[in-house]
């Protein structure tokens, strides 16, 4: 049965405004929420519903662009109310189970509570929850927590011990927001679901696999969220770890929650663990430079003085089993990078060209498997292909294909992953095994960072990031490849 009431906390932050309202916000237009559901804002501010909603109305429209419609909004702000929670205030806890009242029975079951909120104040919420009686079994409430969770391997690992506490398995969702995307989703079918892709799905084909999240946005307003985390923890310990799992898994058994789970963990655990000693030579970080108009990280409010938090990373991994023994993933993510850009590309193996031996065609061109996640949702493959004339020299081949039709609408990811807690689906959430394995292939790199709070490499902003990156590649014939 669909829960009575969905509850947003930190509803007047940055992750609600950009991402959860304008996803909920299409969902109530699309008529797909059950009708039963109401929502409930929660912030620190000592509001009453009417400055709720004028907030909502200056707030809504700039973020939603053309999807803006009067009537709609009409609609979907008529089904919140609001109610204040100072974090650490036990009676703003009482008030909101008053407000939240007893479930209608036989319409609807349970509250969802979503922590949009600083991570260093999910164990007083969740504590606070607990002692006002809107957590355990028998309620079957349900709570989202955003990543990262944790903050290292040992943080991670208290945090989920504290949930437990509190909430059974059943009940948490741990949101990694990219498992949402339906160009991830796609990873799958483009693997799985095409003979001629998955036999050459390995080592005995790929010579590497290359894995970007590029952004051309800075930090913006999070400069106190993000100068204490980085882009390690932002985005390659889940995101990118994330990503890499669904690149590299076998084929799961169904599609249900564990099965998928259960691949992607074996693949996190065959990651070849990097030493302390050897990060230098496994990983690159930075910090972007002024450049294109933009100042320095150093220079952006809210950035500590001589902070030496990166904001690019680029890593090699190796996943040691017997589908990818010696094949290395290289994985990057930046701020302020040229483009905005995530995509996996994998570079085939060179054929045997002895037949062509002294013709022009003793050098040829790679063959690349290149899947675009965003901003362009495509596939992309390079074949190599006689140059039409007198000569045995090729050309490349480019075949391009979009995954969506212009006037598919592309839903966003955090509306298919706030419907699937709403419908109480866990499969695109995050088990904690999957966390754990992640941190600990993160922890190592983690340690090394902190020892060496020195220096850190520049990148001019605008730029695909440090020149020192191209250190990790195993041969000199490869290169981070920018372009679809
Ligand atoms: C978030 C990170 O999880 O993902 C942000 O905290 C990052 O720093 C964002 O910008 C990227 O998400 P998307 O969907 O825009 O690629």
């Not at 037949?355 to 074949?383: A, R, Y």
């Not at 298919?416 to 790199?445: A, C, N, Y």
């Amino acid at each position: 049965m669909s829960p009575c009431y969905f509850v947003i906390f930190g509803v007047t932050g940055d992750l609600a405004l950009t991402k959860l309202l304008p996803a909920l916000y299409y969902l109530s237009r699309d008529g797909r929420l059950p009708d039963s559901l109401a929502f409930l804002g929660v912030s620190r501010r000592d509001w009453d519903n009417s400055q709720w909603r004028a907030f909502m109305r200056e707030q809504l429209p700039k973020r939603l662009g053309k999807e803006y419609n009067e009537d709609d909004f009409q609609k979907f702000v008529s089904l919140f109310s609001y109610t204040q929670v100072v974090h650490d205030r036990a009676e703003h806890y009482g008030n909101l189970k008053q407000t939240l009242g007893k479930p209608r029975e036989g319409v609807c079951a349970n509250v969802v509570f979503y922590l949009a909120i600083s991570p260093a104040d999910f164990t007083l919420v969740v504590s606070q929850l607990d002692a006002a009686g809107l957590s355990g079994r028998l309620l079957g409430n349900r709570i989202v927590l955003e990543k990262p969770f944790g903050h290292d391997l040992a943080s991670a690992r208290a945090l989920n011990q504290h949930l437990h506490r509190h909430f059974e398995e059943e009940q948490i969702y741990r949101i990694d927001h990219y498992l949402g995307k339906e160009t991830v989703q796609n990873l799958l079918v483009f693997r799985f679901a095409n003979s001629l892709v998955e036999p050459i799905w390995n080592r005995n084909y790929i010579d590497h696999v290359q894995i970007t999240v590029a952004e051309s946005k800075g930090i913006g307003s999070r400069a106190g969220y993000f100068d204490k985390t980085g882009a390690l923890r932002d985005v390659l310990q889940n995101h990118m770890m994330q990503l890499l799992s669904v690149v590299a898994m076998e084929p799961p058994a169904q599609l249900d929650d564990d099965a998928l789970r259960d691949e992607k963990v074996k693949v996190l655990r065959s990651i070849r663990p990097i030493p302390c000693d050897a990060v230098s030579r496994y990983v690159v970080r930075a910090q972007y430079g002024a450049g294109d108009g933009a100042v320095r990280y150093q220079d952006e409010p809210g950035v500590a003085e001589n902070s030496v938090t990166e904001t690019y990373v680029a890593a090699k991994f190796y996943v040691d089993n017997w589908r990818w023994s010696g094949v290395p993933f290289y994985l990057r993510t930046g701020k302020r990078m040229a483009q905005d850009s995530t995509i996996v590309s994998l570079r085939l193996k060179q054929p045997p060209l002895q037949l062509f031996h002294g013709t022009p065609m003793d050098k040829v061109e790679p063959n690349w498997i290149v899947l675009s996640i965003q901003p362009d949702e495509s596939m992309h493959i390079e074949l190599q292909a006689k140059e039409p004339g007198l000569d045995m020299s090729t050309r490349t081949l480019q075949l391009h294909a979009s995954f969506r039709d212009e006037n598919e609408r592309q839903l966003g990811a955090y509306e298919t992953l706030l419907m699937d807690v709403i419908e109480g689906d866990h499969s695109l959430f995050i088990r904690f095994d999957e966390v754990e394995w992640s941190w600990k292939v993160v922890d190592p790199i983690l340690r090394q960072f902190s020892l060496d709070r020195d220096f850190i490499q520049s990148y001019p902003a605008g730029s695909w990031g440090p020149e020192e990156s191209s250190q990790l590649f195993d041969s000199s014939n490869q290169s981070w490849r920018n372009y679809i």
